[in-house]
């Protein structure tokens, strides 16, 4: 060390008061090269911790999502209970992402409203009856409603961040006790979302892709459920007891019940033979010519020749008797000509069924049996007998007729259930009701006096509406002369 170093350095210790080592320029240029490589170095290393660290969380994503898969599986193999399936895949859901509750939720997008279908809470205490009404508004779901329309995941990672910039949404992760969400749409049929509530793992849209498996499950036993619900409200061919024994739908889609099989309208490919079959039907025990028949078909088309449509309707016979002989052999043709029913079998009519259990309320002196017989009544009614040929001539009479024994059994039902106070059923089969006679007022003013005790008047209001809309003025005048009498409506609503 030069005399010159040693006298900075000695004047440097003086002044500080510590060791310090005087560099030269080249030496110090040397250091921060040395510093710069250095950090350089461990940047890398960092970056590569990091990529290691993201492998390993989608390592251990995927293997959860497979192992859940498997063990779902392996739980559900020997079962087709369908409720079991339900309740263990969102037992299942909840588990896996750690989340306190998962449910199924079913929206309405025309009557604007949501509801929880099927949910699981892994607490003894469960609340979700008592934080959700019966219906909730989708008003405040935009966001939800875009990720439907775009088919993607809805994921907020904390609702105290959309506080001020959604409210309304806000509100309701409050009221419902949600502190994050993580759900994904479900359609056409049923239209909603499956849902984890709080989830703890797996927070990211990137990692929906189980709950958009569990999903997958929910819909198809959510649709098993409810065809087995209408497959109950109907004969089956088990139930034929007689090989000579039919059952014939004629409400709605024409469909045929034999001990064999169930034959519909669509599959026979022979709309003339299917009229016929339903004339016959409507006028049991008489004889028809073919030229009578063909006549009667062809009063509504003035340019159809009756020879023509006499022709036609041999074609179609001879085709159906040829494709489905056990359908053909319920009609036959006697020796001097024309068209009858088969005196041989025992043809049994849903329009027979509806009328006995329609008598049947009638006659007894229990309202809960009243309620039992017209729920039967309602259930098998689908629409205009024949509804193919719905307004022809022929079919006219007939189906204006049980078209207003239904509407008067449903209002017989509605009025019955608001004796129990049983608002739900009211709205259901209110609401089911008015797919197939929007025009009827009664209907109508069960739904709001219904949705009014539900405590829902925005749904009572938008009722009101479509009353509005699809009734006639004089029958929508009398709808709302029937509220104003009802002092309860308009003091709980501001219809």
């Given amino acids: 060390m030069s005399i010159c170093m040693r006298i900075r350095k000695r004047i440097a210790q003086r002044l500080l008061g510590k060791n310090y080592v005087i560099l030269t320029v080249e030496d110090y240029d040397g250091l921060k090269k040395i510093e ?37 599986e392996k739980e559900l193999h020997n079962t087709d209970d369908v409720e079991l399936i339900i309740d263990k895949t969102l037992q299942r859901a909840c588990e896996f ?17 949501w509801s929880p279908y099927r949910w699981y809470n892994p607490s003894k205490n469960d609340k979700t009856r008592k934080l959700m009404a019966e219906f909730e508004s989708i008003d405040c779901m935009k966001r939800w409603m875009k990720a439907m329309d775009e088919s993607k995941p809805v994921f907020i990672s904390d609702a105290e961040e959309i506080r001020k910039s959604d409210p309304d949404e806000y ?31 797996y927070m990211s849209p990137e990692e929906s892709a189980m709950l958009q498996m569990f999903a997958y499950v929910m819909l198809t036993s959510i649709n098993d459920k409810k065809s087995a619900e209408m497959l109950s409200m109907t004969y089956t061919s088990d139930e034929i007891e007689k090989p000579n024994e039919v059952m014939i739908h004629l409400f709605g889609e024409v469909k045929i019940v034999t001990s064999k099989a169930v034959f519909t309208e669509k599959m026979l490919g022979a709309p003339a033979a299917v009229q016929l079959l339903t004339f016959l039907i409507l006028n049991q025990n008489k004889l028809y010519t073919s030229r ?23 074609t179609q016979i001879s085709r159906v008797r040829k494709n489905y002989p056990v359908i053909s052999d319920l009609i036959v043709s006697p020796k001097n000509g024309g068209y009858m029913l088969n005196e041989n079998y025992v043809i049994k009519t849903d329009i027979q069924m509806f009328n006995q259990c329609t008598a049947a309320a009638f006659a007894t002196n229990s309202n809960l049996a009243k309620i039992d017989n ?57 609401e089911q009701s008015l797919h197939i006679a929007s025009g009827n007022k009664n209907a109508y003013y069960w739904l709001i006096f219904a949705y009014i005790h539900l405590n829902a008047p925005e749904i009572a209001r938008g009722t009101l509406e479509r009353a509005k809309k699809f009734l006639i003025d004089e029958d929508y005048a009398d709808l709302i002369e029937k509220l104003k009498q009802d002092s309860m409506i308009i003091h709980n609503s501001a219809l």
């Fill in 36 to 72: 710069l490589d250095y950090r350089s170095k461990l940047d890398e290393y960092k970056r590569r911790l990091q990529e290691s660290e993201i492998d390993s969380r989608e390592y251990k994503f995927y293997k959860a999502f497979v192992d859940t898969l498997v063990e779902l």
């Fill in 97 to 113: 992402y750690g989340a306190d509750w998962s449910g199924f939720l079913d929206v309405d997008t025309v009557m604007g409203v």
């Fill in 171 to 201: 509100e309701m992760y409050r009221k419902l006790r949600a502190k994050s969400i993580l759900a994904v749409p479900v359609f056409p049929r049923p239209t909603g979302f499956m849902v984890v509530r709080n989830p703890t793992q």
């Fill in 292 to 314: 009578d028949i063909a006549e009667r078909f062809t009063l509504d088309n003035l340019e159809t020749d009756a020879e023509k449509m006499a022709g036609n309707l041999r």
């Fill in 374 to 430: 017209l729920k039967k009544a309602v259930n098998m009614y689908h629409g205009d007998i024949l509804e193919s040929a719905s307004g022809a001539h022929w079919l006219m009479q007939d189906a204006n007729y049980w078209h207003l024994q239904y509407i008067n059994a449903v209002n017989l039902l509605l009025e019955a259930f608001s004796k129990y106070d049983e608002y739900s059923s009211i709205q259901q089969y209110g």
